[in-house]
């Protein structure tokens, strides 16, 4: 199974690299696991595999059981007790009640940022967006996830809702342990002078100075939307003065001022 996908046509987009997934169901520290044999209700265990990668199992003892599939897992219980003469024919069932070996951190403009585990009902982008509380107001769309498979690490920029927009979600990464997704502030611009209210405003993909104004209600009446002055920052990091009109493209950090009427 690769990570492959086409680029949405955003230009802040770059696209989905192709990397070798490794298999999310095995178990690791920190799992916690049911084990029952069929027919020995003395030997049902509920424990947390420990850093040792280890359970500790009636009858048998120290049992090592990271990086098995579960499966795999009750292969290797039921060969312990065949060895030890406990059970003639076990049959071993194996349920993981929380996974805690696979986890993905979550940081930046997101309601609850920390660290999810990882399971088979939330693995992807989303899901581990939605276990976060989403992102806040002040989040950007796009949103960068770093991920590592087999030793190389790869960042990307996803914006989440073109692919709702598109319906295309081919981009709705699925994540292993360890990768994580980051959540910048989003860009803002800031209108001061003649307007109904002053501040800051999140930009808007394609926003104009005239969209822009009207989120600040608007010039008010001393105020006019002529000679509108903008001030930019440029790419060495100065700022300079530029003459706007209504319809011009709004950039992030912009200052718009708007001048009082001289009549």
Known sequence: MTLSAAALGQSRETPLPTLQLQSRETLGEGDSVRITVFQN?????????????????????????????????????AEKLIKGKFVLKPQVSLNVIRVRS????VLGQVARPGRYALDDTSSNLTDILALAGGVSPTGDDNVTVMVRRNGKTAKMEINVPSMYRTGDLSRNL???????????????????????????????????????????????????DRGLKIRRKTADGTFRAVDASLTDPVQPDDVIYVRESLF
């Open 41 to 77: 209700p003395d030997l049902t265990t509920e424990t947390r595999i420990s850093e040792r990668g280890t359970i500790t199992f009636p009858l048998v003892g120290e049992i090592s059981l990271t990086g098995l599939a579960p499966v795999d897992a009750e292969a290797r219980i």
């Open 102 to 105: 696979r986890q993905v951190s």
């Open 174 to 224: 699925e994540l292993e342990n360890g990768d994580t997704i980051f959540v910048q502030r989003a860009p803002v611009f800031y209108i001061y002078g003649e307007v109904q209210r002053a501040g800051s405003y999140r930009l808007e993909q394609a926003m104009t100075v005239m969209q822009a104004l009207s989120l600040g209600g608007g010039v008010t009446p001393r105020g006019t």
